[in-house]
């Protein structure tokens, strides 16, 4: 007699917390605050972010601009910016390069949050000077699309060493350099940022020869200026 009375009470004790706090946790639920504590708040923090992976932060550069002016990665801080490696005189991949990334420019015209960083990598003959006329001929307005030149050494480096997008001279090609037609995507942190492929692996940086990539690097600029 007593087991069933204990097994009473136990039953009416969880009939009443069932009324009383299940609707309370279904509502919690619904409204997303489950769990209101500090590793929560983390999360949310983290959600915040967008789904681009993080290769890590970009490499510091010091150059010279169009207009003379020394620019500097941290000119950039707070901003999302695409950045290039190309030459003025090239004859094969930039023609296509400039193309899309005047597109890309067109598309964030009016965001003050975002620019573009093209780098020469024949500083002997891209003086700032021949950059500005370069600029003009693309019709470049833009104060946030700096063509930076500088020493040929430290820009090669800057390429190959620190982005680890390919450059280099070579004779036997038309123009006499030779670099990949890559696009690397910073975001306001000044960390590289990237998508992955259908495999799950990080693409590291975007095509810009081709509209697929062009079509990706837009998308995910979206991504980071809403960070």
Not at 63 to 73: A, F, M, S, V
Not at 84 to 113: D, Q, V
Not at 134 to 144: F, R, V
Not at 192 to 218: F, H, S, T
Request: contains cysteine; neutral net charge; proline residues 4%.
């Amino acid at each position: 007699m007593m087991k069933n009375k204990s097994y009473i009470g136990i039953s009416f004790i969880i009939l009443i917390f069932g009324i009383i706090f299940i609707p309370k946790i279904i509502d919690r639920i619904k409204g997303g605050t489950t769990v209101q504590n500090d590793r929560m708040s983390v999360v949310n923090e983290k959600e915040k972010e967008s789904s681009l992976y993080k290769i890590g932060p970009a490499p510091q550069f010091e150059l010279t601009n169009q207009n003379g002016k020394k620019i500097t990665n941290k000119d950039y801080e707070g901003k999302v910016y695409v950045l290039e490696f190309f030459f003025s005189t090239c004859p094969s991949i930039c023609p296509i390069m400039n193309k899309n990334m005047i597109a890309i420019e067109k598309e964030f015209a009016n965001e003050p949050n975002f620019g573009i960083v093209s780098i020469t990598i024949n500083p002997e003959n891209d003086t700032p000077e021949v950059l500005k006329e370069h600029a003009k001929s693309l019709g470049i307005t833009s104060e946030n699309w700096n063509f930076l030149t500088g020493d040929l050494d430290y820009i090669m480096d800057l390429s190959n060493k620190g982005f680890n997008i390919y450059a280099g001279k070579n004779s036997k090609v038309s123009g006499g350099f030779e670099h990949s037609g890559l696009f690397a995507l910073i975001d306001k942190k000044g960390n590289i940022r990237c998508r992955k492929d259908d495999y799950n692996n990080p693409i590291m940086y975007y095509d810009g020869l081709e509209q697929k990539g062009v079509n990706a690097i837009k998308e995910d600029i979206k991504l980071l200026l809403a960070e």
